[in-house]
Nanobody, 123 residues
Framework: QVQLVESGGGLVQAGASLRLSCAAS????????MGWFRQAPGKEREFVAT????????YYADSVKGRFTISRDSAKNTVYLEMNSLKPEDTAVYYCAALNGPTTRIADRYDYWGQGTPVTVSS
């Protein structure tokens, strides 16, 4: 059974940092591209960042480029999202996703999803 479990969300002030984690089980981690998406209240889910299976390629949404960093640790079957210089507009539920194939920004192509972890950034 595939499970993706996110953690690390919380309430922080603008300018602070958070690191989200997503632990994967029930999958051959190295076969999966991993992505982070987010959904703010009243808005559609949007792409945040993705990392390729080889850990060689990373892609980011323009809104987070230069502030967020995605990484993966194959020894721990875990993907991370380091978030710096957080802004109130980063407030959302953050979801981890796994794709058995080449990485993409398209959410519908991902095979598995976590339950999400909320991030709230106060001004």
């Amino acid at each position: 059974q595939v499970q993706l479990v996110e953690s690390g969300g919380g309430l922080v002030q603008a300018g602070a940092s958070l690191r989200l984690s997503c632990a994967a089980s029930g999958v051959t981690f190295s076969s999966y591209s991993m992505g982070w998406f987010r959904q703010a209240p009243g808005k559609e889910r949007e792409f945040v960042a993705t990392v390729s299976r080889s850990d060689r390629y990373t892609y980011y949404a323009d809104s987070v480029k230069g502030r967020f960093t995605i990484s993966r640790d194959s020894a721990k079957n875990t993907v991370y999202l380091e978030m710096n210089s957080l802004k109130p507009e980063d407030t959302a539920v953050y979801y981890c996703a796994a794709l058995n194939g080449p990485t993409t920004r398209i959410a519908d192509r991902y095979d598995y999803w976590g339950q999400g972890t909320p991030v709230t950034v106060s001004s």
